[in-house]
């Protein structure tokens, strides 16, 4: 297959993805003393267990991650991201074609997907936030599945077939490396694309594991927020917490937004090299 040029639109776009990881890599740099101080306490701790506690997380993961495959919407999301790109190519039949749009055009059909489970995801930290206790067990499962297919949809639109055991780990790598630490989320983002190489040569072996001791502070602070909001749970039955409801609608988007963006310029990154061959 011949392989096309870049467009000056499209280096322009690259530009930007290198940017972002660029500023991502400042953020680790800066990060450096807290990570040290992280290692240092996790050093108490054997190795062993806590591998056996991360295997078990990822397990979980994995659960939750096989049941957004079975009961989010999927296949109509698909035909709607379809005959959105036909709008723009009349040729468009499957989820590969996508990539004969401009990126701009996968983008902006990217976005709506996106904006869609944006909502859903401040939805849920709004109904989290009224400090009932099935909402707020609910959040965090709700809150991976949710982005999860969000981030398998950005891939959709940018002509990328999502629903691979392989893609399905990139998926919840990025939707993980968004609940991540700033200090580590460069070498996370690096990870990725080491991975994406490595399919891409034949030599991807694959690396399952999700959790890590990087993404303790994030789960120790999801449920601090979600303790957070019971105890701004009204005394009276009936009432809820508008202080609390807003709280969680807006936590719960901007980890959304954080998701979506590192899967918008993984998806782009690959567009762009699947298109030069590079």
């Known amino acids: 297959m011949k392989m096309a040029e870049w467009t000056g639109r499209e280096k322009i776009v690259l530009d930007e993805i290198n940017d972002w990881a660029e500023k991502l890599k400042t953020a680790g740099k800066e990060g450096d003393g807290r990570k040290q101080k992280l290692d240092a306490l996790f050093a108490h701790f054997p190795d062993e267990a806590l591998e056996n506690i991360h295997e078990k997380i990822d397990a979980v993961l994995f659960q939750i991650c096989s049941f957004a495959d079975e009961n989010l919407p999927y296949g109509h999301e698909i035909e709607k991201i379809l005959a959105a790109g036909r709008l723009f190519d009349s040729s468009v039949a499957t989820i590969p074609d996508m990539r004969k749009l401009t990126i701009d055009q996968a983008g902006f059909i990217a976005a709506r997907q996106q904006a869609k489970y944006r909502r859903f995801s401040l939805f849920e930290g709004a109904l989290s936030g009224t400090g009932k206790a099935v909402f707020a067990a609910a959040d965090p499962f709700f809150l991976l599945?949710?982005?999860?297919?969000?981030?398998?949809?950005?891939?959709?639109?940018?002509?990328?077939?999502?629903?691979?055991?392989?893609?399905?780990?990139?998926?919840?790598?990025?939707?993980?490396?968004?609940?991540?630490?700033?200090?580590?989320?460069?070498?996370?983002?690096?990870?990725?694309?080491?991975?994406?190489?490595?399919?891409?040569?034949?030599?991807?072996?694959?690396?399952?594991?999700l959790f890590h001791r990087y993404l303790w502070p994030g789960a120790i602070g999801h449920a601090g927020k979600l303790a957070f909001l019971a105890l701004l749970r009204p005394k009276k039955r009936g009432e809820n917490s508008w202080a609390g409801m807003a709280i969680g609608a807006l936590t719960n988007y901007y980890f959304s937004k954080r998701v979506c963006e590192i899967a918008e310029k993984y998806y782009q990154y690959r567009f762009l090299t699947e298109k030069s061959g590079r």
């Open 145 to 209: 599945a949710v982005n999860l297919r969000a981030v398998q949809l950005t891939g959709a639109a940018y002509g990328f077939e999502t629903k691979t055991p392989g893609e399905l780990v990139a998926a919840l790598k990025m939707v993980l490396m968004a609940a991540a630490p700033d200090m580590v989320k460069y070498a996370l983002w690096e990870e990725l694309m080491d991975e994406l190489e490595a399919r891409e040569t034949g030599f991807y072996v694959g690396n399952d594991k």
